[in-house]
């Protein structure tokens, strides 16, 4: 295992390096120049110039490529072009946020989600069966940008229930940083609730079927603990999957949550960076978020071991 565990951290390195070279690349050859943005629409071609010099923006592109990958083998993301801050600081600075809003969608989700697949399975063809692949099929269907409009009008603004936008960080109190957490966490999280609802009800209905089941059935065992312990246990290895793909879409929907709810996360400093050509910032956002889907799937994999030990690497 441990030597498992090493090899698939080792494995990262070169996905890292290809995803730099990736996004350096992209960067580089995309159209638009961030030293115009700098200078302003007044400047001469001479200032443009001379902050193109400035910022080694008019270097090859392996020798801008080699001096930035020399500088992030030594921990260094470089400086925002317009803040002059370390990108290290500024993502730093975003973090809690962005995490934040993760962590309580996966909860809302998981919390949500698992129990509707199970009972969607358990009453096959049913009204509660329907009533779930219904509201799978409208969480898919529903953009994340339109549900958290719906929510903040109907919950923000009409009832006043809850804030419609900024964040409290935790430290000043877990009930003011978690309502300004309720209403993006449940826009974000409802195509993460369709997702894992219908993996929880395919996989379960598979479960539901095996012998074990109406032996567990046939010695008297009731409902609950049929479903919850036996049949849940062995029907996780897809649901556990798919809980780990899905981050993918926290990391994308956070953008779109952030911007709707003003949070300053990680999502609207990518959004702010992309529109201002700030490459340095860019490149390391893309950079975390790569390293942290990479590290998310070595988690999953090391959890297929725990909730089913035949597994084994």
């Known amino acids: 295992m441990l030597t498992y565990i090493g090899g698939r951290i080792l494995s990262t390195i070169p996905v890292v390096i290809l995803v730099a070279l990736f996004v350096f690349s992209l960067l580089y050859f995309a ?11 007044n400047a001469t071609a001479a200032q443009v110039e001379a902050i193109r010099q400035n910022l080694a923006l008019d270097q090859p592109f392996f020798v801008r490529f080699g001096s930035w990958f020399l500088g992030l ?16 600081t500024l993502i730093a600075e975003r973090l809690e946020p962005t995490l934040s809003l993760m962590v309580v969608t996966l909860v809302i989700s998981i919390i949500v989600a698992v129990p509707m697949g199970v009972v969607a399975a358990w009453r096959q063809g049913t009204v509660v069966d329907r009533a779930v692949m219904l509201f799978a099929v409208l969480g898919f269907s529903l953009p994340v940008f339109v549900m ?61 079927r095996q012998d074990y089941i109406r032996t567990a059935r046939s010695k008297g065992l009731g409902n609950g603990s049929v479903l919850f312990v036996h049949a849940l246990k062995n029907a996780a290895v897809p649901i556990v999957t798919v809980v780990g793909i899905g981050v993918a879409l926290l990391i994308s929907g956070a953008v779109v949550a952030e911007s709707v709810f ?33 590290l998310i799937n ?16």
């Open 262 to 294: 003003a949070i300053p996360g990680l999502g609207r400093l990518t959004v702010d960076a992309i529109l201002s050509r700030d490459y340095p910032v860019i490149q390391g956002l893309v950079l975390l978020f790569s390293f942290a889907y990479v």
């Open 31 to 41: 159209p638009g120049d961030p030293a115009l943005v700098l200078a302003g629409e």
């Open 148 to 208: 958290g409009y719906i929510l903040a009008y109907t919950f923000g603004v009409k009832l006043r229930w809850l804030p419609v936008q900024g964040y409290t960080p935790l430290a000043e109190g877990f009930g003011p940083w978690l309502s300004n957490l309720v209403l993006p966490a449940m826009s974000l999280s409802c195509v993460y609730i369709a997702l894992i609802a219908r993996t929880t009800r395919s996989s379960m209905l598979e479960v539901l």
């Open 73 to 88: 083998l030594h921990g260094e993301l470089g400086s925002s072009i317009f803040t002059n801050q370390p990108v290290r």
């Open 298 to 313: 070595l988690i999953v994999d090391l959890i297929y071991t725990v909730i089913d030990p035949r597994i084994k690497y």
